[in-house]
């Protein structure tokens, strides 16, 4: 086992080795290309390409993310340079939003990232694939007017993102061009080939040495075909080592108490922190292993970064969304291939710079191309389109807006959107609405949730101005952890002088003392004496029928046990009696969805009559007032199972089972078994014998409602005058369902005796 771990490590820091040199390859041009859009020194983007990788790679808890300077703060900062008047300065305030993004990490305000929607993030995830397809055309084939880590709809040259790509062809470079078309067939074809996939070498790195042994025979050739400089990476290059030490600025202390170099700051630092969370978030989804980042630890490593970059002369750092997503196709396995490219930058730059500006620009631009496409694709727009207009809608909006702005600006119009869908549907429908039938009428039941806030205060406010004259309605908050106060007003003006000039009544459940709103059920939902008189047979029949609906369909009513509890301490009225098996499976008040006091329940093994039992169903219906009997079997019943086995085994229950008390109801079972089905069980195979067994069941049914009436005087004479129906049913235990055996016609009570002399027939 450790052999293999150690094997299986020695694999992941090869892989975030090759994937740390993968992303320096791709990071150093647009260090130096974001540093020239902030009119910035270009050391400077290095600089920041460094701090990023070395060391917020270190403090970062994050896998996957590269840290760099952002081409979403390039616009921010060329307009804070022209406020601030020197370099210095703005290094002060990078300083300043350093400190401020470590004391928002210091209280966990990287929480935050929760509240981002999940349509904006892919919508900024598909927005920067267009923009990296977009914006890598241009280099690929060698028109390098713009810096490469330029992202902006707007470009530094007055041309647009699509103007661009209209002059394609009037700076076209046919060496850069015919370097970069071949970067992308090596990049597209090299893992389709056996061959080549035996080499081993990732397709970046052969798209690199390409590149650079292009670069030298073509100068070899010349004229057109040759790459000039402005087509390759620019590193600054130092003649001497001390000369390094020259590229550093310091800040310019000395403006410390200026008002504009703290508004400079927090202006750096939210815009950084909001970066830093949507594309932590973001690429949190694209990670293969769908790791968690812990944002307030990102941004407390984010705050260390740029203090430090504000002390040496770098520009501001962010995680970006564009280097981590490099990281990520390059098969990085851990945070050690961001500290790796980190490491590396700082190495080359100083040691092997002019071997860098030996690497053209085009090939750089096919590798991000090609994570350009795997960002934005037809399977994510499809899947988008899928969930519907609250998801595609602010996802597309988002999309659009950061292609046509920038990324700060197009998340935060994008938000806007998901914002205003979410206060849409909270108006539309914020609040979960039952129609529950209880025995005393029909209550409309308003769940309120965890939170409301005063964006519900409209949508609870339409749904009791529509409530018609008369209706019942049940504010429920018993899963409620608060409640704004404006709508807590709402709810007691309703209550106290809408309510009842509208003839409307409001029951309340599970408010908090705090709130001033006492629980007040005004509705009856157990069996009163006055409830019980007004049913007729039919009417509780529908009551059972419409409960075990309920049952089955996972909508059973919520109720208050203990308030049934003490309202029926006093006396009990059940409409109805119910005849059952004693099968753990089929608890009457459960699979009826009934509360406390509704039924009598007589359980009995096989449901089978005797005096005792008789007696039961007498005193509830002649004294108690019910007005059904129901006989309700169930099917894999083990007493009819049992009583079958033993039918065609010739046995006695007693010596079969060893219980003495038993043989009297497996012969009233049996009872249900007649000569055909008798003669049937002898040469019944054990594949057909549970439906004989379920047949059999039924009829056992049939035999109990039609004995309880004929060997019942009283219950008979309830049934000729009226006041009480007999009806049989089966419980299936594997769908939760009940098969009434009655066709409702024959429930009158009057017919009942006529009807229950012949067979009775099925109906479901």
């Known amino acids: 086992m450790s052999d293999i771990t150690v094997r299986a490590d020695a694999n992941s820091i090869k892989k975030d080795l090759v994937a740390g040199v993968i992303v320096f390859l791709v990071a150093l041009p647009l260090c130096l290309g974001v540093a020239m859009a902030s009119n910035a020194p270009l050391i400077s983007g290095v600089l920041a390409g460094i701090v990023g990788g070395a060391i917020v790679g270190i403090l970062s808890g994050s896998h996957t993310s590269v840290s760099g300077p952002s081409p979403a703060l390039a616009a921010v900062v060329v307009a804070l340079l022209a406020q601030l008047g020197s370099f210095e300065a703005l290094l002060l305030a990078i300083l300043v939003s350093g400190v401020i993004q470590i004391i928002l990490g210091l209280l966990r305000v990287g929480f935050i990232a929760a509240f981002i929607p999940f349509s904006v993030i892919q919508g900024l995830l598909a927005a920067i694939g267009v923009i990296l397809i977009l914006k890598q055309i241009p280099h690929v084939l060698g028109r390098d007017t713009d810096p490469e880590g330029d992202m902006s709809f707007i470009q530094p040259d007055d041309q647009t993102t699509f103007s661009e790509l209209g002059e394609l062809f009037t700076g076209f470079q046919p060496g850069a061009a015919f370097v970069g078309f071949v970067s992308l067939l090596i990049l597209n074809f090299w893992h389709r080939s056996k061959i080549l996939r035996r080499l081993r070498i990732p397709p970046p790195l052969v798209v690199v040495m390409f590149g650079v042994a292009a670069v030298q025979i073509f100068r070899q050739i010349g004229g057109t075909w040759l790459i000039a400089e402005s087509h390759l990476v620019q590193v600054p290059v130092a003649q001497t080592f001390s000369d390094l030490f020259q590229f550093l600025h310091s800040p310019d202390f000395s403006r410390w108490d200026q008002l504009a170099i703290y508004q400079a700051g927090l202006t750096i630092a939210m815009i950084t922190t909001l970066e830093t969370l949507l594309n932590i978030d973001a690429i949190d989804k694209v990670d293969p292993e769908r790791r968690v980042s812990p944002p307030s630890r990102e941004l407390l490593a984010q705050g260390v970064g740029n203090v430090i970059l504000g002390l040496i002369g770098g520009i501001p750092i962010s995680s970006v969304i564009v280097r981590s997503s490099v990281n990520i196709n390059a098969g990085a396995q851990t945070k050690l291939s961001a500290i790796f490219h980190g490491f590396l930058m700082l190495f080359c730059v100083m040691m092997l710079p002019t071997y860098l500006n030996m690497i053209p620009l085009a090939c750089l631009a096919a590798i991000l191309l090609m994570t350009g496409l795997r960002l934005i694709t037809l399977q994510l727009i499809r899947k988008m389109w ?12 988002t999309l659009v807006a950061i292609v046509l702005t920038d990324l700060v600006t197009g998340v935060l ?38 939170q409301v806030s005063f964006l519900n205060r409209g949508a609870l406010e339409k749904i009791l101005r529509d409530l018609p004259e008369g209706a019942h309605v049940l504010l429920d908050a018993e899963s409620t952890d608060y409640i704004d106060p404006d709508v807590l007003t709402l709810i007691s003006d309703f209550k106290e002088r809408v309510a009842s000039n509208r003839g409307v009544k409001v029951s309340l459940r599970g408010f908090r003392k705090k709130y001033h709103l006492e629980d007040d059920i005004q509705f009856v939902d157990y069996s009163t004496r006055q409830l019980q008189e007004d049913l007729t047979s039919q009417e509780v029949l529908r009551i059972l029928k419409e409960g075990n609906e309920r049952f089955y369909t996972g909508q059973r009513l919520t109720r208050d046990l203990g308030r049934q509890l003490h309202a029926t301490s006093q006396g009990q009225s059940p409409i109805a009696v119910v005849l059952s098996c004693i099968d753990s499976r089929a608890p009457a008040e459960l699979i009826l969805d009934l509360g406390i006091g509704d039924i009598f329940s007589v359980r009995m093994a096989g449901h089978v009559t005797s005096q005792k039992v008789l007696g039961s169903l007498e005193y509830g219906c002649n004294v108690a007032g019910s007005k059904l009997i129901l006989v309700l079997g169930h099917t894999r019943c083990g007493a009819v199972t049992a009583a079958v086995n033993l039918a065609k ?76 129906a007999v009806v049989g049913a089966v419980f ?33």
Do not use: M, W
């Not at 899928?386 to 909006?397: E, H, K, M, N, V």
């Open 386 to 397: 899928s969930d519907g207009r609250y998801q595609f809608i602010p996802f597309a909006t």
């Open 649 to 724: 085994a010739r046995q006695n229950a007693g010596q079969a089972t060893g219980c003495q008390h038993l043989e009297s109801i497996i012969h009233d079972i049996q009872l249900a078994i007649d000569p055909p089905t008798l003669q049937e069980l002898e040469r019944v195979t054990e594949d057909e014998k549970p439906a004989l067994i379920e047949s059999v069941a039924v009829r056992n049914v049939e035999l109990c409602v039609k004995r309880i009436v004929e060997e019942s005087e009283t219950i008979r004479r309830l049934v000729e005058e009226g006041r009480v």
């Open 732 to 764: 299936d235990i594997t769908t939760g369902k009940i098969e009434f055996l009655n066709d409702e016609s024959t429930v009158d009570p009057r017919s009942s005796v006529a009807s229950l002399s012949a067979p009775l027939a099925k109906t479901g």
């Open 413 to 450: 119009i994008g938000l806007a959107v998901s914002i205003g869908f979410i206060l849409n549907s909270n108006f539309r429908q914020p609040l979960r609405r039952i129609l529950e039938k209880h025995l005393g009428g029909d209550v409309l039941r308003i769940v309120l949730a965890n």
